[in-house]
């Protein structure tokens, strides 16, 4: 070995590696920078970092071979230890080649897809420099239409107003890169609004996020009524320094359609200050300035607009009491009326297919949240709503390729972050699940949703001591919260802590008398249930599940026989998807399936099984991995005679931490009961609740 470091010395190959390294280094700087410079693909980088790790090896190679006293060439264990210096090298510089680029696919995008190489922005909330508080409003208002000018650049990624008005400014150069890095943006805008009698003054600056230096800075003094000119101008000043086109066919990209009443402009960024707090408060508050608005400027199409989506919020199904068919009622003529006004405005096409999802005309929403996409490149909400869309028509990769993008506009959102954290976990991915839940808890605190997402998280991971924490702070925050209180009740069931459970879930008690064997009381409360409401699907389906763990199966047909197929749709509500995982009526066609081998119509009954087996099959394609479907499974493969298989699939899930108490007595698993294996099974859920039980009685 020493003799081989002597002839590297005499040879000079140190110093050629030194050389080499160096040139390579400072070669690649200057490659990285032009390729930035005119946007070139990472992959060209690396290319030519790889391509500069193999000419090192034969530098290496050609040194050695010219060095002084090389001329008798290497020996075997020297060229071995040659190469393996090379390689080593060359791993370096691929390290450096690609390290910086994975990290930047890490900061844009934790969700799991990348988004197209683009520039991107985000416009942070422009500071009220007027000394009246009262004004806040204009400023935000300010900020929000220059994004939705913006967002209508397909060139260019926005993010969305929810993660971009997290930031108040104003900020350092170093609290500028940190937001740009949780926004996954590359530049951001700031500025501020002066209001003073009939003028206006408006400083808007755009900053390069990686250094915090101004690209851009102007300051515009002009009267109220110019405030649209100034708005224009921004975009047209930040679309230039970032390289965007804002023309399509020769024409201008039209923005905001515009008000010739100042008073109009007032009421409807008043209302988008009510309505974007979301509360039933304030979007009743900010219904009425939308109306006031429309009262002064009857041409205005987005305050129509704006109109349409505080009504739809109103409605019993969103944040409000109203009922949906009327606020679908109300709604639709206005919608009818902004398109009249202008068909080419983002925002009302994206609130039709709002309507439509309300409608479950899903085909109807997919057809104009897309169009409100082809209008605004950008706008989240739409893609949000799309996503909805995609649930309900079951295309659940489609569904979650929608969700990933919204993620990437929007990446604070609450309600985006919480459909993450469902959507990782229905795909068994619960590490990123509970990120994006705890994701939720630091944006909103005070609200149940991240805490509620966190328990359930944990709740099927077999850790129930801790998924009832998480839900009993999801009370604290929220005491009245009617789904927190329901999947507490039943994670307590799943305990066997019984009476707790009972004063929690109300009307679902029965679920309670199920789990304790005291069907003729599950009984009552599920049929008084259901001559209270004998056409909602999940009355129907608790009542037959009930029913069929009473052996009633003559019952259980009447009851979801009807809910196969519809004379509208040809599909009935067992094979609809409803996006609540704990409740799937498809879980329901199983107990259909299990009464119609139960009453002797075989043939049917395994045709319906088939049937439930492919839809299954299907969702797992999807990419759905969820202990729930691993049970359906396993009753599938029961039902089928298979019964080793069924064992193996009930071991599985056991172990992974799925301990519902229905496991023990289900129909389906009739033939399982006396088997040893099925018996050990129940023994080990058992001795894991206890230990769970154990657990919280002890903290």
Known sequence: MSAFLRQLKERKITQWALAYFAGAWLFLEVFGFIADHFGWRSVIVQGMSITLGMGLLVVLVLAWFHGEKGRQGLGLVEGLLLATLSIITLALLLQLSTGESKRELERITFSGVAEPSRPSVAVLPFVNATDDPEQQYFSEGVSEELINTLSRLPDLRVAARTSSFQFAGPHKGIEL??????????????????RYGDAVRVTASLINAEDGFQMWSENFDRN???IFVIQDDIAGAIATALHVHLARDGAIEP????????DAYNLYLLGRHHFEKRTDFELAQAQRYFEDAIEKDPLYAPAYNGLVDSILLQSDVAYGDEPVEQSIALALPLIKQSLKLNPFLAETHASLGFLRMFEHDSLASEAALLRAIELSPNMSRAYLWLYITYQQLNQQTKAFETLQRTFALD??????????????????????????????IQLTPDGPLGYRRSGRIKWTSGELAAAVNWYRQSLEVAPGDPNSKLELGSLLVDLGIFEEAESLLGEQRYVVFLAQGRLEEALSVVR???EERPQDPRTIVAAARTESRAGNFGQVRFLLEPLIEEPETGTGPLFQATAVHFWDPQVAAMDLVVALLETGDIDKGLALLSEVKRHFLFLKNEGLNHP???FQEARILALEGKQDEALGVLRKIIAA??????LDGDPALKNLQDNREFVSIISDRNMLVDMERAKLENQ
């Open 411 to 440: 990446p604070l959102s609450p309600i985006v972050n919480a459909n993450m954290a469902a959507e990782w976990w229905i795909r068994g991915k619960n590490q990123q699940a509970l990120q994006a839940a705890q994701r939720v």
């Open 177 to 194: 890169v940190g937001i740009a890095r949780d926004l996954g943006v590359a530049t951001l805008v700031e500025g501020s609004v002066r």
């Open 657 to 662: 931490g799925w301990l519902c108490w229905y």
């Open 628 to 630: 729930m479907l691993s």
């Open 255 to 262: 923005g905001v359609p515009r008000t010739a009443s100042i």
């Open 224 to 226: 109220m009524t110019d």
């Open 528 to 530: 008084s249930a259901l």
